[in-house]
């Protein structure tokens, strides 16, 4: 029955996600791009939080230019519009290769809210990660705490 109920509201929302629904193994292209998009996206913070985690824990030597760049990345990626990516129907539950919980969907304010504070986050590291180290230590934190505040309740733990 609850897959019933869920097939049926999947269908009243529109073409992208009930083809997903129906075609499981055989995903909508136009589905699986949204989701390589929105992954795609995630590993390009990963790339840029990683230089500046590197240096914030000194396992890298800090190097102002490459702080700086990463920094403005971050917060360019931040600074995109991610609408487009995640579509209704396409969480773990329902699509296979995504770790994204269904809760996104049922409490969008929230997911919306916490990808606004990583935004403002890598903004105002951003400002300071090309002064010198100890700035980049100080500003460092949020970032990384808004990336794992999102991800502890939007997305499947992988273990
Ligand atoms: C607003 C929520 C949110 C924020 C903020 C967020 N993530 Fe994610 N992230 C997700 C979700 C949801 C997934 C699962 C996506 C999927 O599998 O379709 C994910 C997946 C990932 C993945 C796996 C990508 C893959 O190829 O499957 C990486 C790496 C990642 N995030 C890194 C980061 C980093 C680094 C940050 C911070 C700079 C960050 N994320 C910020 C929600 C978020």
């Known amino acids: 029955m609850a897959k019933i109920a869920r097939l049926t509201g999947a269908l009243a929302l529109g073409g992208l996600m009930a083809t997903a629904v129906l075609a499981e193994s055989h995903i909508d292209p136009a589905v699986q791009r949204a989701v390589d998009a929105r992954q795609a996206h995630m590993t390009l913070y990963s790339f840029n939080l990683g230089t500046l985690g590197g240096m914030a ?17 971050l917060a360019a990626l931040g600074s995109v519009d991610q609408a487009g990516y995640w579509i209704e129907g396409t969480d773990a539950g329902t699509i296979e290769d995504t770790r994204a919980k269904a809760e996104i969907w049922t409490d969008m304010a929230d997911f919306e809210e916490k990808a606004m504070a990583l935004t403002n986050a890598s903004a105002a590291l951003a400002e300071v990660a090309g002064t010198d180290l100890d700035s980049l230590k100080a500003a460092f934190g949020d970032v990384g705490k808004a990336c794992g505040a999102c991800h502890e309740t939007y997305r499947v733990s992988d273990d």
């Open 57 to 73: 824990q000194d396992k890298i030597p800090y190097d102002a230019a490459m702080a700086g760049t990463a920094a403005s990345n």
